[in-house]
């Protein structure tokens, strides 16, 4: 059986630009009875079936809406910046596959008043940098500058040694979001990110 998430992203926020920078999340081995498996390849399972069991989730203090496989666990945090007289929050919210075989996260970072869209070019692009360099391994496959909503965003995908890490950042205001989906090579869905990322929305 399959044994859950031992931990969330190690989050490491920078003050200059407004970076936002992690590890890539380990997930844990298992093994599978095999008549389990058996079991499940003989049922035929359309995609509408595939998303019936998610859930819907408004966060009220991030201003947003998106769908998760079950309902998010929650980590809030404020860490103060060095030499600045501003704290920075940050909000991530991290939902599994009851099969564990994909993660689904929402992070939104609050910066300072100073950080703002005028920076948003600048900002996403030092975040991206900011998860290549966390590993040697870390390789980009594509990052693409974006409009969501009327803000500016980039849709990226990074790999390492067979995982992957999908996703999008928008930068909104002095808010940072961070949408993304991380699974191993064998078990990428297309069409269960795409549901993820375009259930994605900002809200007033």
């Not at 003989?42 to 595939?50: A, F, G, L, N, Y």
């Not at 501003?86 to 075989?101: F, I, L, P, S």
Request: one cysteine or more; charged letters at 20%; glycine letters at 4%.
């Amino acid at each position: 059986m399959y044994k859950f998430i031992k931990s969330l992203y190690c989050l490491r926020l920078l003050s200059t630009v407004g970076l936002v920078s992690f590890s890539a999340m380990s997930l844990a081995n298992a093994t599978i009875d095999e008549q389990v498996v058996a079991a499940v390849s003989k049922k035929t399972v359309t995609i509408e079936e595939d998303f019936q069991s998610w859930k819907n989730f408004h966060s009220v203090t991030g201003k947003c809406r998106v769908a998760f496989p079950q309902a998010p666990e929650h980590v809030k945090q404020n860490m103060t910046l060095e030499e600045d007289e501003y704290d920075m929050q940050y909000d991530v919210y991290v939902a599994a596959e009851k099969n564990k075989h994909a993660v689904f996260m929402v992070l939104i970072a609050q910066y300072p008043p100073y950080v703002n869209e005028s920076n948003a070019e600048l900002s996403l692009e030092c975040f991206l940098n900011g998860i290549l360099t966390q590993h040697p391994n870390n390789q980009l496959v594509f990052a693409d500058l974006i409009d969501i909503q009327g803000y500016k965003g980039m849709d990226f995908f990074i790999k390492t040694k067979g995982v992957f890490f999908k996703g999008r950042a928008v930068m909104a205001g002095n808010s940072l979001y961070l949408v993304a989906m991380e699974c191993e090579e064998a078990h990428y869905k297309d069409h269960k990110f795409n549901y993820f990322i375009n259930s994605f929305q900002l809200v007033k």
